[in-house]
């Protein structure tokens, strides 16, 4: 199992520019979430979903849209790059509510 | 709201010592999780321990046991016998129904602990 995988590893926009970040888990896990880790911040919640087709939003949602057509996949997209967004990305998978969250390896973007 | 306090935003520990990283938490669900999880120079987060609010005993995971006092709301790491892999940033979590993101985790800020041979 190549457990959570996310790409790309690294990745420079220009501020207005528009991306998706890629998510994928083969674990069959229900429940997925997409943190930001900011210096000094810890990693917060952006949007999570709790199975293929539904969404909701986390802490910190605003300019981040996500999708979930499939139980593998989790896709978050910046709809208008800003500097502010200049961040690393964690996607994480867990079997259960409330379960361990299995993280994959980070997408660093910046932001000019 | 759900809150994580890591009051201590770096640590040294000698070799081979014992060292605990604190954790304090701030929840009105009795019902919630405590995860503790290791951050290296690589930045993959790493699980290491959980803690159930129902457990009765403090989980132990190898040279890592967590003190969980309930009352006192904290939830502190312990490290037996430290070693020179251990040096990362050490963050704690909690999981409960009703933050953002219902069964998500809410993160502290983290503690970097180095390992000085």
């Known amino acids: 199992n190549a457990g959570v995988t996310q790409t790309p590893k690294f990745q420079v926009l220009k501020t207005g520019q528009s991306m998706t970040l890629q998510c994928a888990q083969d674990?069959?896990?229900?429940?997925m979430s997409w943190y930001r880790q900011d210096p000094g911040m810890g990693l917060r919640l952006i949007h999570y979903s709790v199975g293929a087709g539904i969404t909701d939003q986390g802490e910190v949602p605003n300019g981040y849209n996500v999708s979930r057509s499939t139980t593998e996949d989790f896709p978050l997209r910046l709809l208008s790059a800003a500097p502010s967004q200049t961040s690393v990305y964690f996607c994480a998978s867990s079997a259960y509510r409330g379960g361990e969250q299995y993280f994959g390896p980070g997408t660093r973007l910046t932001v000019t | 709201a759900q809150k994580i306090t890591q009051t201590q935003p770096g640590m040294f520990v000698q070799e081979k010592e014992a060292v605990t990283l604190d954790c304090t938490y701030d929840t009105s669900d009795p019902s919630y999780g405590l995860f503790w999880y290791k951050q290296p120079s690589s930045g993959e987060m790493i699980f290491l321990i959980y803690q159930g609010s129902y457990d009765q005993q403090n989980a132990t995971e190898g040279r890592y046991s967590l003190n969980f006092q309930k009352a006192r709301k904290s939830a502190n790491l312990v490290i037996s016998a430290s070693q020179l892999g251990d040096s990362a940033m050490y963050f704690c979590a909690m999981r409960s129904v009703s933050g953002a993101g219902s069964y998500q985790l809410t993160f502290g800020k983290g503690t970097k602990l180095s390992v000085i041979p």
């Open positions: 674990m069959n896990h229900e429940y």
